[in-house]
Structures are given as C-alpha cells and as structure tokens.
C-alpha cells in the first residue's frame, strides 16, 4: 500500500500521545502551524494538565508581544483532549511521546491502527530505539516513521526525520513538510542506534572523560579550552552537569552497547563513578562542579597556569617556526640549539616525548604548543615527562606576557582541543561514510541540535583533511587505539586533497 500526505492543507489534524514536556512541546508548534491537534495521555487528567500548560504557554507568548491575542485564542480552540486512542480516528498524523520503553510503544501502536486510517502516519518521537524495530508490530509499517524533536521543542528548531526498513518516500517527504510547518528544521536520518545528533554527541562527552581519565588535564582545564580555542558555548564537562550525568552516563553505555562496543563511543570508570555516587551535575548540586541552589556554579576551579617566573629570553624553534613570531613576541627565536633555552614546538597528533624521542631533542627543555584553533586568549602547553619545569615556566611566562592564558598539561598525544576536534569530525566523516545523513544535513543537525560552532564535517574542513588524517592517524599509532582510527571517508579525502564534503 502507497499513501499520500498533504502537510499543507487546511484541515490538517495532528494527534500527539503523550502530554509529557516533549509532547507538550510538539503540541505548542503544531498549533503554531495553524494545525489542530488531538491530545492523550493515558494517565487520568494528564492530557488535559499538559493541554493547559500548553495554553498558558502560549498566553505568557502573547502577553510578551510575540504571538497575537487572536492567534492565540483561535489555538487554543483547535487543542482538543480526548479520553482513548479512538479519538485519533480523524487524524492524518499521530506523533507518539510516551516514555522510552519498546513494550510500552508497540501497545500503542497496535491500538491506534484500529482507529486510523491506512495512510495516517505513525511517527515517534523517540531518542534512542531503532524505528525498524518500533515499527514491527505495525500493520502498516510503510507509515511509520522516525519524528525526533529536541527539549524545549519550542526553542530547539531542530528535528530528525528518521526512515525505517520500511518507510516509504511518501512518510518520509511528508514529515519533512510537517516539520517544516511547524517552524522546525528538519533533517532525514538513517535508522541508526542514536540517530543523528546522539550519535555524534559522544565524541566530545567522552574524549573530554578520556583525557581526564588518563590525567592529562582536569575538568576546568578542559572546559576552558574547548570554550576560549575551539568557540563551543560550554565546555564538555559543564554540559555534562548541565544535561545531568543520570541522563548522559545511561545513555553512553546504550550508545556503546547499540554500536557493537565500537571503542569511539565508549566512556571511562570516572563517569560510572559519578553517576553511583549521584553526582548528577546541577540539579543535585555537585557534578563535575559543585552548585548552589540557583545552579550557579560554587568556587570554580582557574584552568589558568599562573608563574611568576621570568618570560624566557631566547628558545630553539625545533617544529612549527610560522606560529612563534606572534605567540612568543619580544623572545628571540633561534633555529640552533644552544643547549641552555626552551625548546619549543607545534605538534599535530603527536605527543612530546614521542617527538623529543624522534628528533633526539633534550626532553628536559622541551615545551609542546597546540598549534590548532583560536590562539588570541588562550594556549594550551605539555611537556614530557622529566621536564624541566623551569623551561615550562619561563615559556608560560611569555605567553602571559603576550596576552595569553596558558594551560599546562601533561603529554598528550593531540593535546586538548586538537584531539577533541579530530575526534569530533571524524566520527562526522564516519556518519557519512555509513550515510547516515548527507554530510550538509551532519553538520546541520549539530550545529542546530548541540549548539556546536562548526558542524563535524566543517572542523575537518576548517582543519584541513590532511591535517585532520595526520591527527587522528598519529594519535592512533601512539596509543595503539582503535578508539582513533581514521574514517575512510576522512583517509580518501586526505589522499587525494579533497575537502570532507566532496561527495563519493
């Protein structure tokens, strides 16, 4: 059976299951797209309590000048609550948003297509099981269909439209419209354990847990630099607090677990700990920071290297000469060794000891700069171990005498930012090759869905796709992971000079 849909018409009833604060939400847009909309919830008075958070909603909107009185009341008069799914049998799409259990789900379908008509899509709004197999105990499994909205559903203009098995073009283009109606952005996904946006939000929850795990730097060290050098409005370990550790720990190991325990998407002890421990960030008050009340946060720690030494007069520039004139301003940079100064460098994907190792270098004097990213705040330094701290010192001090923050940590291949990026855009470029997404719609959903100030596929590209094979390439062959293997997306593209969207 092949069915039709006209998101556009007038007449246009959308049924939402669920009158939680995600369905709530999907209710509040579809009134705003000028449809009417049919509300359930299986708990007594529920739908009707969410249907009147949803009206007061929409009275405070009108109220702040940003909907019209009018508006507002011929909405509130095409919201209706009914008492059981047979309600929905005028309905010409049904978004379910009950909670997160498959048993729970396939009841609720099986019920509906007793009442609905053979070509009234079935959507969920699910954020993490497979829709092929939501979808099973379907009659009409070619309507049923992926229709992921992010919380607020009123503020985040992102949705995923994600195809089934079984999907059928129709659904799929009819949702889109749908979306698009309702004020959002859609874009369509493969079906895929997390979908789009789940899937390459791992890279920066758990590379971040992973270089704290291996001591190289702590949680406002990290969270510093991916704000000041790499633009994302928090760092990794505020948003961690922020989405609460008893949502994101759960959902990290069902990720791992659903991706065939593929080494990028796994997390560390550390935030096991945490969850145990309930340290669930702000709303228990200590997380990776401690909180008040207000969920501001207590007596932050400074991510900030502070010395009192003399900025260093003179350095030997062993790799990377093309950064140091500005960086290092008002210090002499010499191309020789006088077996005294600084030996700095710029690493890509390297770690120090590593490079001392294979350029025979004193270790000792030897001070890593993370060439990558926004230098004007702040510049993230390592050395290897047995570093003569002194020479640190004295480098950090000339970068405070420039203008810069420093951070100082221990070796790392990659250090903070670099890694961190790399890691980011390669599970992008992995996205693509399994297309996912198409690599404009990636960046999209990132950019839209996590606030990300470049999409995975622009970090590449903003790094270079040499740069970035080189990166993920070394920190593989160090650390003997394959937790950093390179997509072949991203290693066909560094071969031949193409940029990352460069299609196949």
């Given at each position: 059976m092949t069915?039709s849909?006209?998101a556009?018409?007038d007449?246009?009833?959308?049924?939402v299951?669920?009158?939680?604060?995600?369905?709530?939400g999907?209710v509040?847009?579809?009134?705003?797209?000028?449809m009417?909309?049919?509300?359930?919830?299986a708990?007594s008075?529920?739908?009707?309590a969410?249907?009147?958070?949803?009206?007061?909603?929409l009275?405070r909107?009108a109220?702040r000048?940003r909907l019209?009185a009018?508006?507002v009341?011929g909405?509130?008069?095409?919201?209706?609550?009914?008492e059981d799914?047979?309600?929905f049998?005028?309905c010409h799409?049904v978004v379910e948003?009950?909670?997160?259990?498959l048993?729970?789900k396939?009841?609720?379908y099986t019920?509906?297509?007793?009442?609905?008509s053979?070509d009234?899509?079935?959507?969920s709004?699910?954020?993490s099981?497979?829709?092929s197999s939501l979808?099973r105990?379907?009659e009409?499994?070619?309507?049923?269909a992926g229709?992921?909205?992010?919380?607020?559903v009123?503020?985040?203009?992102?949705?995923?439209?994600?195809?089934?098995s079984?999907?059928?073009d129709w659904?799929?283009?009819?949702?889109v419209?749908?979306g698009e109606?309702?004020?959002?952005t859609?874009?369509?996904v493969r079906?895929?354990?997390g979908?789009?946006?789940?899937?390459?939000g791992?890279a920066?929850?758990t590379?971040?847990?992973?270089i704290?795990h291996e001591g190289?730097?702590?949680?406002?060290q990290?969270?510093?630099v991916?704000?000041d050098?790499?633009?994302f409005?928090m760092?990794p370990?505020?948003?961690?607090?922020?989405t609460g550790?008893d949502?994101n720990y759960?959902a990290?190991l069902?990720m791992?677990?659903q991706?065939?325990y593929?080494?990028?998407?796994?997390?560390?002890?550390?935030?096991?700990?945490?969850?145990d421990?309930?340290?669930?960030g702000r709303?228990?008050g200590?997380?990776?920071y401690?909180?008040?009340e207000?969920?501001k946060?207590?007596?932050?720690?400074?991510?900030d290297h502070?010395t009192?030494?003399?900025p260093?007069?003179?350095?030997?520039?062993?790799?990377?000469?093309e950064?140091f004139s500005?960086?290092l301003?008002?210090?002499a940079?010499?191309?020789?060794?006088?077996?005294?100064s600084p030996?700095?460098?710029?690493l890509?994907?390297e770690?120090?000891s590593?490079?001392?190792?294979r350029?025979?270098?004193?270790?000792?004097?030897l001070v890593?700069?993370d060439p990558?990213?926004?230098?004007?705040k702040r510049?993230?330094?390592m050395t290897?171990p047995?570093?003569?701290?002194?020479a640190?010192d004295?480098?950090a001090?000339?970068?405070?005498?420039?203008g810069?923050a420093?951070?100082?940590?221990?070796d790392?291949?990659g250090?903070?930012?670099q890694?961190?990026?790399?890691?980011?855009g390669n599970?992008?470029?992995?996205?693509?090759?399994i297309?996912?997404?198409?690599?404009?719609d990636?960046?999209?959903a990132?950019r839209?869905?996590l606030?990300?100030p470049?999409?995975?596929l622009e970090?590449i590209d903003d790094l270079?796709?040499?740069?970035?094979?080189?990166?993920m390439?070394t920190m593989?062959e160090?650390t003997?992971?394959d937790?950093?293997?390179?997509s072949?997306?991203?290693?066909?593209?560094?071969l031949?000079?193409?940029?990352?969207k460069v299609?196949?």
């Open positions: 069915g849909f006209d556009g018409r007449d246009l009833i959308v049924g299951i669920g009158a939680g604060a995600m369905g709530q999907i509040q847009v579809s009134l705003q797209g000028g009417s909309v049919v509300l359930f919830d708990k008075g529920g739908a009707a969410g249907a009147a958070l949803v009206e007061q909603r009275d909107s109220e000048g019209e009018d508006a009341a909405m509130k008069n095409k919201l209706t609550v009914v799914l047979s309600g049998a005028g799409a948003a009950v909670f997160e259990d048993d729970v396939h009841a609720v019920e509906l297509e007793k009442h609905v053979a009234c899509i079935i959507a709004n699910t954020s099981l497979p829709i979808g105990p379907c009409h499994q070619n309507r049923f229709f992921h909205f992010f919380n607020p009123p503020l985040m203009r992102l949705v995923e439209v994600i195809r089934g079984s999907t059928e659904v799929v283009e009819g949702l419209k749908l109606r309702m004020g959002r859609p874009v369509v079906d895929h354990p979908f789009l946006v789940n899937t390459g791992r920066f929850t590379e971040a847990l992973h704290l190289v730097a702590v949680q406002a990290v969270d510093a991916m704000r050098c790499a633009h409005r760092g370990f505020e948003l961690m607090d922020l550790v949502v759960p990290s069902i791992h677990q991706n065939s593929d080494p990028r998407i796994r997390t560390v002890p550390f935030h096991k700990f945490l969850h421990a309930g340290r669930f709303k228990t200590h997380g990776n401690r909180y008040d207000a969920g946060m207590i007596d932050p720690p400074s991510p502070v009192d030494a003399v260093a007069e003179r350095v030997f520039v062993a790799e990377g000469a950064i500005d960086l301003a008002g210090c940079l010499s191309e020789t060794d006088d077996g005294e030996i700095v460098a710029a890509y994907g770690d120090a590593t490079f001392a190792a350029r025979s270098l004193d270790h000792t004097r890593a700069i990558t990213g926004d230098l004007s510049a993230t330094i290897p047995g570093a003569d701290l002194a640190r004295a480098v001090a000339r970068l405070n005498a420039n810069r420093v951070v100082a940590i221990k790392s291949p250090f903070i930012a890694r961190m990026r790399a890691m980011i599970l992008g470029c992995e996205m693509v090759q297309e996912l997404a198409t690599p404009d990636i960046d999209l990132m839209l869905g606030n990300y470049l999409g995975p970090i270079g796709t040499g740069l970035a094979y080189r990166i390439a593989q160090i003997g992971d937790r950093y293997r390179p072949p997306w991203l290693r066909r593209r560094a031949l000079g193409l940029g990352a299609p196949s």
